[in-house]
Each structure stands twice: as structure tokens, then as C-alpha cells.
């Protein structure tokens, strides 16, 4: 269980940074247009030279990226392994290790999947010029050592 928490709070600060740049900033009063302009204004402020179609390249792999997260929320709430202390307060989440060989084997596919699209995402905010080089081989170290270290955790 600890093992568990603390990967998945790891997983969570290490992304913190392109959580941010990418958040969603709907609004009732925006329109979509004014939300990319928003988005497009304030990437420029980080990369003058990026362009309309890498922003929407960024925002549709974020998108995936949070879909994943959400995927496994949902795989963790209904194994039981992740609980909603609102609903049941008084619910203790399961370990790792009380789940069967199948879904331990789906719960780390599906992180591994998410560790890949960290790491491909990162490599294209590094690409489009959002991030500097140095944050760059840092973040990427410690990603492929969290990946690593939950691989190594999981098998």
C-alpha cells in the first residue's frame, strides 16, 4: 500500500509542471477560441517561435495524457486500491498485493503506458522550445527512474 501511495504521489508531483502549462481553462464565458488564443499568447511568452499547430499537437497529447489518468483512477477506484474517502470514509484501500496476477498486470500496464506518454510528452514540450534544456535532462532522468523503479516494484 505504501509502496503504491508513494508511486502515485511521486507520479503526480513529477508531472506538475506540465500539468500547469496544459490545465484546462474552460470557462462558461470563453469561447474555445478565446481559450486557445489565451494558451497560444502565453506559450509564446515562453517560446515566441512556437507555432498555432504545435500548441494544438501539445494540447491533443496532454489531452490523451489526462485520459489516461482518469483510466486509471477509475482502474485503481474500482480494484480498490485508490478509495473515495468521501463516500466511505471509514473504507481502507487494498495493496498491490491483494489484488489477482490479472489485475496487478493491467494496473502496471496501464502505468507503464502513462510513464511512456509522460516521457513523449516532456520530449515534445523540450522540442517545442517550453521547457530549457537543463529542466529537460533532469525531468527526463528522474522520469525513466520513477518508471524504472515502479517497473521494478510491480514485477
Known sequence: MKKATIATLTIVIAMGLSINTFANTNTKTNTKNEIFQNELTYLKSINPGITSIEVVSLKKDRDQLDELHKQLEKLELDYGILVDN??????????????????????????????SE????????????????????????????????NSLNNH
Not at 513523449?120 to 524504472?148: C, M, P, T, W
Open 86 to 115: 468521501t463516500k466511505n470514509p471509514n473504507k481502507e484501500p487494498k495493496s498491490l498485493d491483494d489484488l489477482t496476477a490479472e489485475q496487478r498486470k493491467n494496473h502496471s500496464q496501464l502505468i507503464d503506458k502513462i510513464w
Open 118 to 149: 509522460e516521457l513523449r510528452f516532456l520530449d515534445a514540450q523540450y522540442k517545442a522550445g517550453l521547457i530549457k534544456e537543463d529542466n529537460y535532462k533532469v525531468d527526463k532522468s528522474n522520469f525513466e527512474y520513477l518508471r524504472e523503479k
